[in-house]
Structures are given as C-alpha cells and as structure tokens.
C-alpha cells in the first residue's frame, strides 16, 4: 500500500477519493445486507448503520496524512514508522487495558524491534560512508 501510493502520481486528496469510490458501494451493500439480511427489507436506516456509514469520515483524516506524508519521505522511512502504530496499540492495550503480556509476546516484541534497530543501523552506517565519500 505505501509502495503504491508512493508510486502513483496522484495528490493525496485525489488517491483517497479514488480508492473511496472504488471501495464505497461494495461496502455499503455489504452493510446493509449484513445489517437488513434480505435486500427487499432496506427501507430505515438504524442509528448504528448510519454511525458504522459516518465511521468513514473518522477513517479517511489518517488515510489522507498517510497519502500525503507518503509522498515527501523516502520508501524505507514509510516502511519503518508503520511500525508505531501497532506499537502504541500494544502499549495501550497492556497499560490502559491490562491486556495480557506473556514473556512468548515479550519475545516477539523484541525481536521485531531488534530486527528495526539492526536495520537502522545498518542504514546509518550506510549513509555515514555515503557522505564521507561525497566529502
């Protein structure tokens, strides 16, 4: 998904209305057979319909910075700082919500974030030897 909005040479705003109107009517019939169950019987729209139909707007604000951050930073960088996102919901789900953490999810966590630091590190040490060369 970043490699493609990196590639596609649409403005933000643009790629977002896009892969919106691709994906909207498929959704919103999906919905609302899913809430209804037979189509002959969609005549009122519930309160929860229309807030799980509004819920789109909520979602896009983040999709749109994502497009539009996407553009201006390298590839490898977009790739990395998807990384956080999962990170702060783990936090918040052990912290806030004392979700369980077992040394098994305690050993995986550390061991994607020491394969990001190895990564990172090698990325500087590349870029180091980069710049002195141009210097």
């Known amino acids: ?39 002959e019987e969609i005549t009122v729209f519930s309160s929860t319909t229309l807030l799980v139909l509004g819920s789109g707007i909520v979602t896009a604000i983040p999709l749109l910075l994502f497009g539009a951050g996407a553009k201006r930073i390298p590839l490898s960088m977009v790739g990395f700082l998807q990384y956080f996102a999962p990170t702060i919901m783990l936090l918040i789900g052990v912290f806030l919500y ?38």
């Open 1 to 39: 998904y970043g490699l493609l909005k990196k590639l596609v040479p649409l403005h933000a705003m643009f790629g977002l209305a896009l892969e919106t109107m691709i994906v909207t009517p498929v959704s919103v019939a999906f919905l609302l057979q899913r809430q209804y169950g037979q189509w």
């Open 98 to 135: 004392e979700e369980p953490f077992t040394s098994v999810h305690a050993v995986s966590f550390s061991l994607i974030w020491a394969g990001l630091a190895v990564y990172t590190f090698s990325r500087m040490k590349r870029l180091q030897k980069y710049y002195r060369k141009a210097s």
